[in-house]
Protein backbone atom coordinates (compact mmCIF):
# COMPACT_ATOMS: atom_id res chain seq x y z
CA UNK A 1 0.00 0.00 0.00
CA UNK A 2 0.72 4.07 -0.55
CA UNK A 3 2.67 5.44 2.64
CA UNK A 4 0.81 7.88 4.28
CA UNK A 5 2.09 10.67 6.66
CA UNK A 6 0.85 12.81 9.09
CA UNK A 7 2.17 15.75 11.23
CA UNK A 8 2.03 16.05 14.00
CA UNK A 9 0.79 12.59 15.61
CA UNK A 10 -0.49 14.45 18.58
CA UNK A 11 -0.79 17.78 19.44
CA UNK A 12 -2.57 19.72 22.69
CA UNK A 13 -3.64 22.66 22.45
CA UNK A 14 -5.22 25.85 24.49
CA UNK A 15 -9.02 26.26 23.40
CA UNK A 16 -9.47 29.40 20.58
CA UNK A 17 -5.95 28.65 18.83
CA UNK A 18 -5.88 27.05 15.79
CA UNK A 19 -4.03 23.77 14.83
CA UNK A 20 -2.61 22.62 11.57
CA UNK A 21 -2.55 19.13 10.56
CA UNK A 22 -0.40 17.96 7.48
CA UNK A 23 -1.03 14.89 5.50
CA UNK A 24 1.20 13.97 2.93
CA UNK A 25 1.47 10.90 0.56
CA UNK A 26 4.85 9.92 0.16
CA UNK A 27 4.95 7.31 -3.09
CA UNK A 28 1.30 8.28 -4.82
CA UNK A 29 -0.54 11.42 -6.24
CA UNK A 30 -3.72 12.05 -4.04
CA UNK A 31 -6.57 13.42 -6.41
CA UNK A 32 -8.59 12.82 -4.28
CA UNK A 33 -8.23 13.34 -0.42
CA UNK A 34 -10.51 12.20 2.60
CA UNK A 35 -10.71 13.96 6.07
CA UNK A 36 -12.13 11.95 9.00
CA UNK A 37 -12.85 12.24 12.58
CA UNK A 38 -13.06 9.63 15.32
CA UNK A 39 -14.41 10.41 18.89
CA UNK A 40 -13.48 7.93 21.52
CA UNK A 41 -14.88 4.47 20.96
CA UNK A 42 -16.90 5.63 17.82
CA UNK A 43 -16.30 5.24 14.55
CA UNK A 44 -14.62 7.40 11.37
CA UNK A 45 -16.80 10.07 10.06
CA UNK A 46 -16.30 11.71 6.76
CA UNK A 47 -15.78 15.48 7.68
CA UNK A 48 -15.20 16.67 3.67
CA UNK A 49 -13.55 15.29 0.65
CA UNK A 50 -11.68 17.78 -1.32
CA UNK A 51 -9.84 17.24 -5.18
CA UNK A 52 -6.52 18.78 -5.99
CA UNK A 53 -6.97 22.22 -7.15
CA UNK A 54 -10.07 22.25 -5.76
CA UNK A 55 -12.38 23.82 -2.52
CA UNK A 56 -13.32 21.02 -0.18
CA UNK A 57 -16.88 19.60 -0.17
CA UNK A 58 -17.84 19.18 3.19
CA UNK A 59 -20.61 16.98 5.09
CA UNK A 60 -23.85 17.86 6.68
CA UNK A 61 -23.13 18.83 9.97
CA UNK A 62 -19.24 19.93 9.55
CA UNK A 63 -18.55 24.06 9.49
CA UNK A 64 -16.71 24.65 6.33
CA UNK A 65 -15.32 27.97 8.44
CA UNK A 66 -13.82 25.94 11.01
CA UNK A 67 -12.39 23.16 9.56
CA UNK A 68 -10.21 24.99 6.57
CA UNK A 69 -8.98 22.49 4.50
CA UNK A 70 -6.25 22.71 1.92
CA UNK A 71 -5.38 20.86 -1.06
CA UNK A 72 -2.60 22.61 -3.07
CA UNK A 73 -0.58 20.12 -4.54
CA UNK A 74 -1.19 16.17 -5.37
CA UNK A 75 0.64 14.98 -2.31
CA UNK A 76 -0.16 17.31 0.51
CA UNK A 77 -3.14 19.02 2.33
CA UNK A 78 -3.53 20.34 5.18
CA UNK A 79 -6.84 20.87 7.58
CA UNK A 80 -6.98 23.58 10.41
CA UNK A 81 -8.91 23.62 12.92
CA UNK A 82 -9.81 27.26 13.70
CA UNK A 83 -10.30 28.97 17.08
CA UNK A 84 -10.25 24.89 18.74
CA UNK A 85 -12.59 23.89 21.54
CA UNK A 86 -12.29 21.24 23.53
CA UNK A 87 -15.13 19.48 21.84
CA UNK A 88 -13.09 19.36 18.96
CA UNK A 89 -10.74 17.29 20.79
CA UNK A 90 -10.51 14.04 18.39
CA UNK A 91 -8.86 11.71 16.05
CA UNK A 92 -8.66 13.04 12.48
CA UNK A 93 -7.25 10.91 9.76
CA UNK A 94 -6.78 11.87 6.54
CA UNK A 95 -7.18 9.51 3.41
CA UNK A 96 -5.69 10.08 0.05
CA UNK A 97 -7.65 8.60 -2.72
CA UNK A 98 -6.48 8.00 -6.48
CA UNK A 99 -9.40 8.26 -7.42
CA UNK A 100 -10.90 4.60 -6.82
CA UNK A 101 -11.93 3.34 -3.08
CA UNK A 102 -9.83 0.48 -3.76
CA UNK A 103 -6.84 3.14 -4.02
CA UNK A 104 -7.75 4.81 -0.88
CA UNK A 105 -5.01 4.64 2.13
CA UNK A 106 -5.29 6.24 5.26
CA UNK A 107 -2.71 8.13 7.57
CA UNK A 108 -1.96 7.23 10.86
CA UNK A 109 -3.94 10.22 12.52
CA UNK A 110 -3.45 13.03 14.50
CA UNK A 111 -4.74 13.23 18.21
CA UNK A 112 -5.70 16.78 18.67
CA UNK A 113 -6.74 17.68 22.90
CA UNK A 114 -8.51 21.16 23.23
CA UNK A 115 -7.87 22.18 27.51
CA UNK B 1 -24.37 8.81 6.89
CA UNK B 2 -22.95 6.08 7.64
CA UNK B 3 -23.30 3.04 5.29
CA UNK B 4 -22.16 0.16 6.88
CA UNK B 5 -23.17 -1.05 10.25
CA UNK B 6 -21.90 -4.13 12.80
CA UNK B 7 -24.28 -5.31 15.08
CA UNK B 8 -22.65 -3.10 18.30
CA UNK B 9 -21.06 -6.13 20.18
CA UNK B 10 -18.17 -6.61 21.85
CA UNK B 11 -16.05 -10.05 21.48
CA UNK B 12 -13.80 -11.01 24.37
CA UNK B 13 -12.55 -14.63 23.36
CA UNK B 14 -9.67 -17.25 24.21
CA UNK B 15 -6.56 -17.43 22.07
CA UNK B 16 -7.14 -20.30 19.76
CA UNK B 17 -10.74 -19.21 19.22
CA UNK B 18 -12.76 -17.90 16.17
CA UNK B 19 -14.10 -14.43 16.23
CA UNK B 20 -16.91 -13.59 14.03
CA UNK B 21 -18.42 -10.00 13.34
CA UNK B 22 -20.97 -8.94 10.94
CA UNK B 23 -21.98 -6.07 9.21
CA UNK B 24 -24.92 -4.82 7.29
CA UNK B 25 -25.72 -1.63 5.04
CA UNK B 26 -28.73 0.15 3.51
CA UNK B 27 -27.67 0.49 -0.48
CA UNK B 28 -26.49 -1.33 -3.11
CA UNK B 29 -22.31 -0.94 -3.18
CA UNK B 30 -19.23 -1.87 -5.47
CA UNK B 31 -17.78 -3.06 -2.53
CA UNK B 32 -17.11 -3.70 0.90
CA UNK B 33 -13.70 -3.50 2.61
CA UNK B 34 -12.89 -4.59 6.20
CA UNK B 35 -10.22 -2.68 8.53
CA UNK B 36 -8.64 -3.19 11.91
CA UNK B 37 -7.78 -0.18 14.00
CA UNK B 38 -5.29 -1.28 17.16
CA UNK B 39 -5.98 1.41 20.29
CA UNK B 40 -5.37 5.02 19.22
CA UNK B 41 -3.97 4.13 16.03
CA UNK B 42 -4.86 4.52 12.51
CA UNK B 43 -6.57 1.77 10.17
CA UNK B 44 -5.18 -1.53 8.53
CA UNK B 45 -6.37 -2.70 5.37
CA UNK B 46 -7.77 -6.30 5.66
CA UNK B 47 -9.90 -7.62 3.34
CA UNK B 48 -11.80 -5.98 0.42
CA UNK B 49 -15.03 -7.89 -1.49
CA UNK B 50 -16.48 -6.88 -4.74
CA UNK B 51 -20.55 -6.92 -4.73
CA UNK B 52 -20.05 -9.48 -7.31
CA UNK B 53 -18.07 -12.10 -4.61
CA UNK B 54 -19.35 -14.27 -1.94
CA UNK B 55 -16.55 -15.32 -0.04
CA UNK B 56 -12.94 -14.44 0.07
CA UNK B 57 -9.39 -15.88 2.12
CA UNK B 58 -7.09 -14.34 3.36
CA UNK B 59 -4.66 -16.01 5.59
CA UNK B 60 -7.06 -16.86 9.01
CA UNK B 61 -9.33 -14.09 7.70
CA UNK B 62 -12.32 -15.16 5.89
CA UNK B 63 -15.26 -12.69 4.70
CA UNK B 64 -18.54 -13.51 2.96
CA UNK B 65 -20.86 -11.02 1.40
CA UNK B 66 -24.50 -11.64 0.74
CA UNK B 67 -26.03 -8.59 -1.23
CA UNK B 68 -29.39 -10.19 -0.90
CA UNK B 69 -29.56 -9.92 2.73
CA UNK B 70 -27.49 -6.21 2.36
CA UNK B 71 -24.69 -7.97 4.68
CA UNK B 72 -21.03 -9.17 5.10
CA UNK B 73 -19.48 -11.40 7.78
CA UNK B 74 -15.75 -11.24 8.90
CA UNK B 75 -14.15 -14.85 10.76
CA UNK B 76 -10.62 -14.56 12.20
CA UNK B 77 -9.65 -17.99 12.95
CA UNK B 78 -7.46 -19.39 15.43
CA UNK B 79 -7.20 -15.91 17.03
CA UNK B 80 -4.24 -14.75 18.49
CA UNK B 81 -3.59 -11.71 20.94
CA UNK B 82 -2.62 -9.93 18.55
CA UNK B 83 -5.51 -9.89 16.91
CA UNK B 84 -7.18 -7.93 20.20
CA UNK B 85 -8.02 -4.36 18.03
CA UNK B 86 -11.18 -2.45 17.04
CA UNK B 87 -12.48 -3.65 13.38
CA UNK B 88 -14.85 -1.97 10.93
CA UNK B 89 -16.65 -2.46 7.94
CA UNK B 90 -16.77 0.49 5.11
CA UNK B 91 -18.86 0.52 2.16
CA UNK B 92 -18.89 2.52 -0.84
CA UNK B 93 -22.06 2.95 -2.34
CA UNK B 94 -22.55 2.53 -6.15
CA UNK B 95 -22.25 5.41 -8.01
CA UNK B 96 -20.03 7.00 -4.93
CA UNK B 97 -15.85 6.36 -4.38
CA UNK B 98 -16.72 7.64 -0.65
CA UNK B 99 -16.22 5.63 2.11
CA UNK B 100 -18.68 5.09 4.77
CA UNK B 101 -18.37 3.66 8.15
CA UNK B 102 -19.57 1.37 9.98
CA UNK B 103 -19.58 1.68 14.24
CA UNK B 104 -16.84 -1.00 14.88
CA UNK B 105 -16.68 -4.28 16.78
CA UNK B 106 -14.19 -4.31 19.91
CA UNK B 107 -12.59 -7.55 19.95
CA UNK B 108 -10.36 -8.90 22.70
CA UNK B 109 -8.01 -12.21 22.47
CA UNK B 110 -7.38 -13.34 25.96
CA UNK B 111 -3.80 -15.44 25.78
Known amino acids: GAVVSQHPSWVICKSGTSVKIECRSLDFQATTMFWYRQFPKQSLMLMATSNEGSKATYEQGVEKDKFLINHASLTLSTLTVTSAHPEDSSFYIC???????????FGPGTRLTVL | SQQGEEDPQALSIQEGENATMNCSYK?????LQWYRQNSGRGLVHLIL?????REKHSGRLRVTLDTSKKSSSLLITASRAADTASYFCATDAAGNNRLAFGKGNQVVVIP
Open chain 2, 49 to 53: IRSNE
Open chain 2, 27 to 31: TSINN
Open chain 1, 95 to 105: SPSGGAVDTQY
